[in-house]
C-alpha cells in the first residue's frame, strides 16, 4: 500500500509495518470528522490521532451524543469512504492556516503554536489541520467500528473545556476487525472493576473517591504479591525500610516538588508550619541514606520500600485501581559508584526478569533520552549516562528501542512496556539514573582517597504502583489466578452437611497446617449450585466429598476450567498444590 509522509513523498510499505496501521486509523479519524462535519455542521474539531488500537477524535458539540448516535455516524462514514474521495495534501502559510479555520478556536491554538509553513489535509470539501501520513484514498477505509464516548478537556488541562471524545478502530480485513472486537468483548468480561466485585478483592466508596477499600479477599492476594517481592529482595541483598507518609514543605522544597508537583499534593498544617503527604518515597530514602557515613566499600546500597502515597489525581481521570489517589508504590533506591553501574542495571534487568515472568508479563524496554528543554545539568552528563544505559541493555542481551526527548528532566531511563494476555501495553518498571536529587540533598560517600563525592543514584520501580499492577494482574489471568496468588486455593464441598461435614473440616484443618487457603461451602444449595459457585468464583481448586471420600481417606478434586475429576489420598493432594505454589503455578 501507499501512503503520504510529513514530507508529502509517497511511500509503499506492507501491510503489517506498524507505521501502516497507524496511517489507517489516523486516516479514519479524518473520516470520522467527515461525517461529524455533514451530520452536525456547527461540531467544532480538537485532534485526532491513532493510537495503538485504534483512533479518536475530541469534538466540541453542542448536542449531548449517546451511544445510539455512533451507529449513524459509522454509517455516514461507509457512505463518504465509498465515494473515493483523494486524500489531498496541502502547505499553506501560518496567516492562510488562520483563515481557512478562524471559526474553529482549537484549530487556531494549535496554529498559534506553529512556525513556519502549514500542511492540511482534504477529501471531498472537508478539510483538516494535520502533518500526515495519510492513505491516499478514503475507498481503502472500509473495516471500522466507533466504539465508544467519552470526556476529555482539551489538551489534557483540566481548567479547559470538556470536550466530546469518539473512540474508534479501523483495520484492513473484515477478519482482523471482527477478532479486534472479540477481544474487547473478552476484556469487559476481565474488566478489573467487575471481578473485584464478584471476587471481593475491592470496593470504591463516594465517601473516597480514587481510595480504595481491600476487601479480605483483595488482602490475601497483595499480600501474596508482597510476599513474594520481599522474598525476591532478600534474594538481591536490598534492606527494606519504611519511611513517614508526612514530611515537611523544607523537605519537598529541597527536592524541587513543592515548586513543581504542589498542584497534585494534598497538604497541611502542623504546629504552624507547612506540611505535605508524600506523594513520592525518593526525599525519604535519601534521609535514611544520610543518616549515617558511607564508605566506598559500602556501596552499593540497596534501599527498598513499599511506600504508601498520595496523588490529587483529577476526577475523570479515576479507573478503578488502574488511575487513584492513593496507592503503595514498590520504590527503591540504589546508590552506588560509577564504575559499579552498568553491573548494577545489568542485575536489575535480571531481577525485573524474574519478577515479570512469575506472573506471565512478557515486556519491552524502551529507552527514554533527554528532554530537548527543561532538562537540568551538563549535556556531557546526559550523553554519558545514556551510553551507560545502552551498555547495561546491550551486556545483559536486553533489546530495546530508544524513545527521544522523553527522559524525566533530571536524567535518562529505562521504561518497561508490560503485554498481557490482552495484548494490551502497560507501563510499570521503570529505571532512571538521577542527576538532580544527589546534589540537591549533597547525598555522598568517602571515596578512598577519603574524600567525599556523589554517589550515582538509580530510582527502581519494578510493579509501579501495586495498585495498578494488581488491576493488570486481576485481567490478565481473568480472576482465575495460580494456585500460589489465589486469595481462596481450595473450597471443600461436602455433599450432605450431616454426612461429610466432619471429614470436610478434618480436611479444612489439615490444608491449613499446611498454609493453604480453604474454604468450607456447606450452604444449604444442592451441590451442582455449589459447583457452579466455586467456578464462578475461580477458585483454583474445588473438592467434593461424599460417602466414598469419607470413607476411604481421599480427595476428590476438580481444577478450575476442567470438568474431569480426580481422585488422589490426602498426601497427594497436598503434595501437589505445596508444590504448585512453590513453583509458582
Known amino acids: 500500500m501507499k501512503i503520504q509522509l510529513h514530507d508529502g513523498s509517497i511511500k ?73 474521495y483523494p486524500i489531498v495534501r496541502q502547505e499553506v502559510s501560518k496567516k492562510e492556516a488562520l483563515e481557512i479555520f478562524k471559526d474553529n478556536p482549537y484549530k487556531v491554538e494549535l496554529i498559534n503554536d506553529l512556525d513556519g509553513d502549514i500542511t492540511i489535509f482534504s477529501q471531498g470539501d472537508f478539510v483538516d489541520l494535520c502533518a500526515g501520513p495519510h492513505l491516499l484514498n478514503t475507498s481503502l477505509l472500509k473495516h471500522f467500528k466507533l466504539l465508544s464516548l467519552a470526556g476529555a478537556y482539551w489538551r489534557g488541562d483540566s481548567k479547559n473545556k470538556m470536550l466530546t471524545r469518539i473512540y474508534g478502530t479501523s483495520w484492513f480485513s473484515d477478519e482482523e476487525l471482527k477478532k479486534h472486537l472479540q477481544i474487547l468483548e473478552e476484556r469487559k468480561k476481565r474488566d478489573h472493576r467487575l471481578l473485584g466485585k464478584q471476587l471481593g478483592l475491592f470496593m470504591l466508596s463516594e465517601y473516597g473517591p480514587g481510595f480504595p477499600f481491600y476487601l479480605p479477599n483483595g488482602v490475601t492476594l497483595k499480600n ?23 514530611l515537611s514543605r523544607e523537605l519537598w522544597e529541597i527536592s524541587g516538588h513543592w515548586d513543581h508537583y504542589r498542584n497534585n499534593m494534598y497538604t497541611l498544617k502542623i504546629d504552624e508550619r507547612d506540611f505535605a503527604v508524600k506523594p513520592m518515597n525518593c526525599p525519604g530514602s535519601i534521609l535514611v541514606y544520610k543518616n549515617s557515613l558511607h564508605s566506598y566499600r559500602d556501596l552499593p546500597i540497596r534501599l527498598a520500600e513499599i511506600g504508601h502515597v498520595h496523588r490529587h489525581e483529577a476526577s475523570g481521570a479515576l479507573n478503578g485501581l488502574l488511575r487513584v489517589r492513593a496507592f503503595s508504590q514498590d520504590d527503591a533506591h540504589i546508590f552506588c559508584r560509577e564504575d559499579q553501574l552498568v553491573d548494577e542495571i545489568g542485575t536489575l534487568l535480571k531481577f525485573f526478569d524474574e519478577m515479570y515472568s512469575v506472573f506471565h508479563l512478557d515486556y519491552s524496554i524502551e529507552l527514554s533520552t533527554r528532554p530537548e528543554e527543561g532538562y537540568i545539568g551538563d549535556i556531557n552528563i546526559w550523553d554519558k549516562a545514556e551510553a551507560i544505559l545502552e551498555e547495561a541493555c546491550h551486556k545483559s542481551g536486553k533489546e530495546f528501542k530508544i524513545n527521544p526527548g522523553d527522559g524525566a528532566f533530571y536524567g535518562p531511563k529505562l521504561d518497561f512496556k508490560l503485554r498481557d494476555s490482552m495484548g494490551r501495553i502497560w507501563q510499570c518498571g521503570t529505571i532512571q539514573l538521577d542527576m538532580n536529587l544527589p546534589e540537591r540533598f549533597d547525598v555522598t560517600y568517602i571515596n578512598e582517597k577519603g574524600e567525599k563525592v556523589r554517589p550515582i543514584m538509580l530510582h527502581r520501580a519494578c510493579l509501579g504502583s501495586l495498585e495498578r499492577f494488581m488491576a493488570i494482574i486481576i485481567e490478565n489471568y481473568g480472576g482465575a489466578f495460580p494456585t500460589w496468588l489465589a486469595p481462596i486455593q481450595v473450597a471443600i464441598l461436602p455433599v450432605l452437611e450431616s454426612e461429610h461435614l466432619a471429614y470436610a473440616k478434618q480436611l479444612q484443618e489439615l490444608f491449613e497446617v499446611h498454609n493453604m487457603r480453604v474454604i468450607i461451602d456447606n450452604s444449604e444449595e444442592k451441590l451442582g449450585y455449589r459447583l457452579r459457585n466455586a467456578q464462578i468464583q475461580k477458585y483454583p481448586y ?22 474431569e475429576q480426580v481422585t488422589v489420598t490426602i498426601d497427594e493432594f497436598i503434595n501437589m498444590i505445596n508444590k504448585q505454589v512453590a513453583m509458582k503455578n
Open 224 to 246: 501474596n504479591i508482597l510476599d513474594y517481592w520481599r522474598a525476591q529482595h532478600k534474594k538481591y541483598n536490598y534492606q527494606l525500610i519504611e519511611t513517614p507518609t508526612i
Open 12 to 84: 509503499e510499505i506492507k501491510q503489517d509495518d506498524p507505521l501502516a496501521f497507524s496511517t489507517l486509523n489516523h486516516s479514519s479519524s479524518h473520516l470520522l470528522a467527515q461525517a461529524l462535519k455533514e451530520l452536525y455542521p456547527n461540531v467544532k474539531f480538537g485532534i485526532g490521532p491513532s493510537i495503538e488500537e485504534g483512533f479518536y477524535y475530541d469534538i466540541d458539540l453542542d448536542t449531548n451524543l449517546t451511544e445510539d448516535d455512533l451507529q449513524k455516524i459509522e454509517k455516514k462514514m461507509h457512505e463518504l469512504a465509498s465515494k473515493n
Open 542 to 563: 474445588s473438592i467434593v466429598v461424599g460417602d466414598k471420600e469419607r470413607d476411604e481417606k481421599t480427595v476428590t478434586y476438580r481444577k478450575y476450567g476442567e470438568k
